[in-house]
């Protein structure tokens, strides 16, 4: 770089250099793609009950896949909520729950386990995507009956995903709490009732 009056400023290559290697440290990582997503969440009225369908994607940080790989389970909880609407004021929640999934990773077995906590139902998968395709589908779950409502009211499903740290062994806690590539969750996705 020559500076105004002609001269070479070596010391602009080596600030442009470290500022580079700054960037490249503490910058953007690679896992920003990383995040939970609700991609499509209804309900049907069957029996009484009404019954959701819902659809996630799942996108774990490098962090939390090295982790897994290495025997850590992740959980993954599901809230649920039914609110009522109302005009002037904020939403009322009328009723939550919530699933939970334990995710594991077996190495001698090389499978993927999924436990519904919630259930007790155990399955196994031969891929990462396979186990994460199956977290991510629920169908036909029983959410609500019908007589919880009141009749003229109006109200709306919520549905949103995300990782429970507080469930990480406490070590792991302690860099899950101060790293944003742990913090994976999604973003309330509503519906009508």
Request: aromatic share 12%; hydrophobic share 45%.
């Amino acid at each position: 770089m020559v500076a105004a009056g002609g001269r070479q400023q070596p010391w602009l290559y080596c600030a442009a250099g470290a500022l580079a290697l700054l960037w490249g440290l503490l910058g953007p990582s690679p896992s920003w793609a990383a995040g939970f997503e609700v991609i499509a969440a209804t309900t049907k009225l069957e029996g009484g009950v009404y019954r959701l369908d819902a659809r996630i994607d799942y996108h774990f940080s490098k962090p939390a896949l090295e982790a897994l790989q290495n025997g850590v389970p992740l959980i993954i909880e599901l809230e649920m909520e039914v609110r009522r609407r109302r005009s002037w004021v904020w939403n009322e929640t009328v009723y939550s729950l919530s699933q939970r999934f334990k995710l594991e990773y077996h190495a001698l077995s090389r499978q993927y386990l999924v436990n519904n906590l919630n259930s007790k139902e155990r399955r196994g998968f031969s891929s990462r995507a396979a186990a994460l395709q199956f977290m991510g589908q629920i169908n036909n779950f029983p959410l609500l009956d019908k007589g919880l409502l009141g009749r003229d009211e109006r109200y709306e499903g919520a549905l949103r995903a995300w990782l429970d740290i507080e469930s990480l062994p406490a070590p792991l806690r302690v860099f899950a709490y101060l790293s944003d590539d742990w913090r994976l969750t999604s973003e309330w996705y509503t519906w009508s009732l």
